[in-house]
């Protein structure tokens, strides 16, 4: 399918004949950036491919990792999309695709045939691609989805990361420059610069960096501190949409009501809205295009506060309508949580896991979604004494309430746990390995109806 390039026409998207256009479509996390929600592992990416090489051998590890990277996502999960009227695929990667540690600046080629495909398979089916760097080397905030085993970004403090960063993008500009099927570039997921003074310069020289060799396409930029801060921003750049994350706390918080009181707060569609205005006061005030990059409820399994979530959800997407905002929901594909399609539990490749999942369960090692509700009795003396003892502590970016379960359970219970879930695939031949990697295509994986209706009638209303 031939593709319009799309441009910036005053606070809209628009196509080559100048016709305003929505993007409307989801994340593809867990792909070429692995996160622990969504494919079922502890900890951050690069310590559950280290764990599962141990127990896999080369070989496995390998026939692995190629099944799941071909099979997440192909002409069946495009053709999917594009049945309920979606036109746009955010994608989010990691740096390790393209480059390795030990020999910085040095790019592969296989990340770049991995893009290249997924982006063809979109295009054949009206779909647009937006990439996504999601994990840069020094990791640009402080959690598991930028594959940062620390809670510390020191993408900030070391100008030989940025300087990688800077490279790639260069070299991703110059091979996508004349492709239309890409919508833009998003050069950096959620950056959390804790000075607030890098990130300014850092933009600066990515966005000159790029504009030498590619002019056309859009850039897309995360405001700091997680895409909810803009005070970084000036004038607005050329072709340029700034783009918020948009979770309602109803959606994510597993005890919650909608409309009603979650976490002692009262949610309705009204106080959804005032907080999508708050937190897309820049693009409103400039003039600019408005893209919610995120957002997207947590299943339960409840069928009240699924459905609930599907209210919610039905809500944000009137809201956005009425504002002109264009979006990508998180995320596309899982084993349950979030995913439009998902592994069932009677998957083999679940079912090799269980013991870890249960483990992760117990301990509550996942931040998305999961609950601290059976490692509480560890928990609360130490928020009580950090508390007492450190009253004025309010680590960046979201304080003490975020931090001890930072790194009590997303690290220090989660990298063991890691080492656990690698030892689910001891004994596994490599044949078995690829067997259990194709779980994740479409075929083999359900859809959640109620999503896929959702959206539906949203896009042909």
């Known amino acids: 399918m031939t593709m319009s390039w799309l441009r910036i026409d005053g606070d809209r998207l628009a196509d080559e004949r100048g016709e305003g256009i929505a993007l409307r479509g989801f994340g593809l996390g867990g792909w070429m950036n692995m996160e622990n929600f969504i494919t079922g592992y502890p900890g951050t990416e690069s310590q559950v491919r280290a764990a599962m090489k ?38 989010p990667f990691n740096y390790r695709h ?11 080629e296989t990340g770049f045939q991995q893009l290249d495909r997924l982006i063809a398979v979109c295009a054949r089916h009206g779909i647009y691609t937006i990439l996504d760097l999601h994990a840069a080397p020094g990791h640009q905030n402080h959690h598991w989805h930028s594959d940062n085993p620390t809670h510390q970004p020191l993408f900030w403090t070391h100008r030989h990361f940025q300087d990688r960063v800077v490279h790639l993008w260069e070299a991703l500009a110059g091979r996508y ?15 959390a610069d804790e000075s607030g003074e890098v990130i300014g310069p850092f933009y600066a020289r990515l966005e000159r960096a790029i504009r030498a060799v590619d002019r056309r396409h859009i850039l897309f930029l995360d405001g700091n501190r997680y895409s909810s801060d803009f005070s970084v921003f000036g004038e607005p750049v050329d072709n340029a949409v700034y783009t918020a994350h948009d979770y309602a706390l109803p959606g994510i918080a597993r005890d919650s009501e909608y409309p009603g009181i979650t976490r002692g707060e009262f949610f309705d569609r009204d106080v959804v809205e005032k907080t999508f205005l708050r937190r897309t006061e820049f693009m409103r005030r400039t003039g600019t295009p408005i893209w919610i990059g995120e957002f997207g409820p947590i299943y339960t399994g409840d069928p009240r506060r699924d459905a609930a979530c599907a209210d919610l959800l039905r809500d944000q997407l009137d809201i956005y309508r009425a504002h002109g905002a264009s979006w990508s929901l998180w995320t596309y594909k899982d ?13 083999p490749y679940l079912q090799q896991i269980k013991p870890s999942l249960e483990q992760k369960e117990r301990l509550g090692t996942d931040s998305w979604g999961g609950s601290d509700a059976q490692v509480r009795h560890i928990l609360e003396p130490i928020e009580t004494l950090i508390a007492d003892e450190f009253p004025d502590f309010a680590p960046y970016p979201w304080g003490q309430r975020q931090w001890i379960p930072l790194l009590i359970r997303n690290i220090m219970f989660a990298e063991p746990a890691a080492e656990r879930f690698g030892r689910c695939f001891e004994g596994v031949t490599p044949a078995q390995a690829e067997d259990l ?13 109620e999503l896929a209706e959702v959206l539906k009638a949203h896009v042909a209303a």
């Open 177 to 191: 420059h004349d492709n239309p099927a890409v919508a833009g570039y998003n050069p950096l997921n959620e950056p």
């Open 335 to 347: 084993i349950g949580r979030q995913g439009l399609a998902f592994v069932p539990p009677e998957s």
């Open 437 to 449: 990697a194709s779980a994740f295509a479409l075929s083999r994986c359900t859809v959640r109806t």
């Open 98 to 108: 393209f480059e390795d540690d030990d020999a910085p600046f040095e790019l592969k």
């Open 54 to 91: 141990t127990a896999l051998g080369e070989d496995g590890y390998r026939r692995f990792f190629d099944r799941f990277l071909r099979d997440f996502f192909t002409d069946d999960d495009a053709a999917l999309l594009a049945s309920l009227g979606l036109n746009c695929l955010r994608v």
